[in-house]
């Protein structure tokens, strides 16, 4: 028997009995199109939180001045003078495994531009800024190391600053007033939007840091260190190894408090990013439960059809068939139900996810190997619970199936 007789005949045996497997194909349908749906949704998420990691940083350590937290008390950063210029140097110069720095003093301030004023913050850095938060310009050019060396009144805005400021008008080569500093302003960054805390990321003013700290703050000192680690994996070394070098440089004995704090915000969105697909798998799995009960709908169709069968299984087996025949031809009976269940199954899951985004504002993202996993479970849902009442109508003693009434 070729196989072009074996479906057309398991087509014509599901045909007779059309709303018993119209039934199962919906059963199987309903678990390909719910598993797709609720993996989409989950990749989604996945993929929204790992934007955010791309955001944060190339490989961002941030070192941040004042202790965490002294006798059980969390301080903050602001005031401290635990780090200078010379520690942000000794960084660079003494852990390898950090490729970039820029020294970091920040603080909020208002911008003003002809009729118009903005409450916003100030940042004071260096050119290697950009590079360690993996930030873009929009329009122009960023501040130079000639510019912070020179403390040079020139300054770079951030999208919301200029939306409240400039309107249309562009904002390159104008002259805003920082405090009471009239500053040129030479860029414009690129936006980044709302972080996952819901903190708007463009608005802020960056400025050289000798800038700030001659013109706007007068401290010496620094709020912050941004350091770029040579790769993701050797953050933590770097972490402990900056930790020592501050440790040592500040003169702390082993029994102090570290008078400084490290953060690697990545590390956050890294736990995020874990729970998301921890998430999306637990739910998958639920999903999942309904495929397994559509498969217990095929083997439970398919003993019922061997019951009912039985006497053209007797024939079959007497003019000469095989028991490989016999176990074939309900083997694909069972593979047709679940191949056409997960073909509606992939078309519902494609529906589902558009249908969730659009009605509910629920991101989801389709992906062929999500439709491929889907419909590779769906063939194997047939084979799995076809096999053993197709082997239960190939193992039939003819002569019992002749006499079968």
């Not at 122009?140 to 770079?156: I, N, Q, R, S, Y």
């Not at 440790?247 to 953060?263: A, C, K, Q, T, V």
């Not at 629920?362 to 082997?391: E, K, Q, V």
Request: hydrophobic share 45%; glycine share 10%; aromatic share 8%.
């Amino acid at each position: 028997m070729n196989f072009a007789n074996i479906v057309r005949e398991a087509t014509a045996a599901l045909r007779r009995n059309a709303i018993r497997s119209i039934l199962t194909i919906l059963g199987i349908s309903v678990g390909v199109g719910a598993f797709i749906c609720v993996v989409a949704i989950g990749n989604a998420g996945s993929s929204s939180i790992e934007k955010q990691l791309q955001s944060l940083g190339d490989n961002f350590i941030w070192v941040e001045a004042g202790s965490r937290s002294r006798s059980g008390v969390r301080y903050g950063a602001r005031g401290d003078r635990t780090l200078i210029l010379g520690d942000a140097t000794a960084i660079i110069g003494q852990v390898p495994l950090i490729k970039s720095m820029s020294p970091n003093v920040d603080g909020h301030i208002q911008v003003i531009y002809e009729g118009q004023n903005w409450a916003t913050m100030f940042r004071g850095v260096t050119p290697e800024f950009l590079q360690i938060r993996r930030w873009d310009l929009r329009l122009g050019a960023f501040f130079t190391e000639a510019d912070v060396d020179a403390a040079a009144p020139v300054c770079v805005l951030g999208q919301t600053v200029v939306d409240n400021l400039f309107n249309n008008e562009n904002p390159v080569g104008q002259t805003v007033r920082v405090q009471s500093v009239p500053c040129n302003v030479v860029g414009v960054l690129r936006a980044k939007g709302f972080s996952a805390t819901g903190q708007d990321q463009d608005d802020f003013v960056v400025m050289p840091f000798t800038t700030a700290q001659k013109r706007i703050t007068g401290i010496f000192w620094l709020d912050d260190i941004f350091c770029s680690a040579v790769s993701r994996e050797a953050m933590p070394e770097a972490t402990r190894q900056i930790v020592g070098l501050l440790r040592e440089r500040h003169h702390l004995n082993p029994g102090e408090d570290d008078d400084f704090n490290i953060r690697r915000p990545e590390d956050v969105v890294q736990a995020q990013l874990a729970t998301s697909r921890i998430m999306t798998i637990l739910l998958a799995s639920v999903a999942s439960l309904s495929l397994l009960v559509g498969g217990i709908g095929i083997m439970n169709i398919m003993l019922v059809s061997v019951t009912q069968r039985t006497r053209e299984i007797g024939v079959r087996l007497a003019v000469g068939a095989t028991e490989w025949d016999v176990q074939l031809q309900f083997l694909s009976e069972a593979i047709v139900l679940s191949l056409l269940g997960g073909l509606l199954g992939l078309l519902a899951g494609f529906l589902s996810s558009s249908l969730v985004e659009n009605l509910f504002q629920m991101p989801t993202r389709l992906s062929s190997p999500i439709f491929a996993i889907g419909g590779l479970f769906s063939a194997g849902i047939g084979i799995l619970f076809g096999y053993y009442p197709a082997r239960k109508a190939s193992q039939l003693d003819p002569i019992q199936g002749l006499r079968y009434e």
